[in-house]
T-cell receptor
């Protein structure tokens, strides 16, 4: 089954304790992206990747890191989490990447609910 | 990118067609209309997209007016599982895009038995 998986689904942690949220897709998609969703603010893009070893900042990248060493995986790293990073996080992927024209048909993971105390 | 306007909420009876409108009066010629939905705190789900012709897939139909200033998403036989927030998004396809989807407030569709 074609899918985007995220782990963990729920995480409660403390300020400053490094964590990684994994994202994996089995559709051989070039494009992957991370969003956060907060009440009243909608979904905001954190980082995106057009292909392996190609990543770039989204609209709210501060406090986050990503890497894209393999096509299927796009982990989100919080080096020193803070309470304002408490949010619902979604990973998404799309077959569009470096291939023109770019399409916005994206597939989202189930979400990771992160609480930083 | 063109701004979209959707009703805040709508109700639909189970088994009936749900017609969700979207206004995008400032849409430009190279912008597509996309529809996504989000069932309570789950990941958003792609439904359908189109440029100017009407489109249909296994989930829904998309009707775009001839002037492209508005569109309607049709769920032909709504079920309780279609209760969700539906987002209409207008984006152009072009290379070098950041690829971010900009979700507005959407329409909360409640399907009632």
């Amino acid at each position: 089954e074609a899918q985007v998986t995220q782990n963990p689904r729920y995480l409660i942690t403390v300020t400053g304790k490094k964590l990684t949220v994994t994202c994996s897709q089995n559709m051989n998609h070039e494009y992957m992206s991370w969003y956060r969703q907060d009440p009243g603010l909608g979904l905001r893009q954190i980082y995106y990747s057009m292909n392996v070893e190609v990543t770039d900042k989204g609209d709210v990248p501060e406090g986050y890191k990503v890497s894209r060493k393999e096509k299927r995986n796009f982990p989100l790293i919080l080096e020193s989490p803070s309470p304002n990073q408490t949010s619902l996080y979604f990973c998404a992927s799309s077959s569009s990447g470096t291939v023109f024209p770019f399409s916005y048909e994206q597939y989202f993971g189930p979400g990771t609910r992160l609480t930083v105390t | 990118d063109a701004k979209t306007t959707q009703p805040t909420s709508m109700d639909c009876a189970e088994g009936r067609a749900a017609n969700l409108p979207c206004n995008h009066s400032t849409i430009s010629g190279n912008e597509y209309v996309y529809w996504y939905r989000q069932i309570h705190s789950q990941g958003p789900q792609y439904i359908i997209h189109g440029l100017k012709n009407n489109e249909t897939n296994e989930m829904a139909s998309l009707i775009i007016t001839e002037d492209r200033k508005s569109s309607t998403l049709i769920l032909p036989h709504a079920t309780l599982r279609d209760t969700a927030v539906y987002y209409c998004i207008v984006r152009a396809h072009y290379g070098g895009s950041q690829g971010n989807l900009i979700f507005g407030k959407g329409t909360k569709l409640s399907v009632k038995p």
